[in-house]
């Protein structure tokens, strides 16, 4: 399962995504929007204007912080 956080500086939702998947045990990795221009454009094309946005394997995403999501990948990767 690959996941990537898109997120920018100071974002609190992005910390608080980013600490719950930590205490979850769930890998990530972590795209800064303000320095990825590809990146921003990509998630711009996907419809989304606020972070943190999270793509679970390319086809899954949603923007956020979002309890629930997390339980749902913590789950999926037992």
């Known amino acids: 399962m690959v996941i990537t956080v898109y997120s920018k500086p100071g974002c609190q939702q992005c910390k608080f995504t980013c600490r719950s998947l930590e205490k979850a045990g769930i890998p990530y990795a972590v795209v800064d929007l303000t320095t990825n221009a590809a990146a921003l454009e990509y998630v711009q094309d996907l419809g989304y204007s606020q972070a943190p946005i999270i793509i679970v394997n390319d086809h899954h995403h949603w923007s956020g912080f979002n309890p ?7 789950l999926a990767i037992r």
Do not use: F, N
């Open 68 to 74: 629930t999501e997390i339980e749902r990948l913590r």
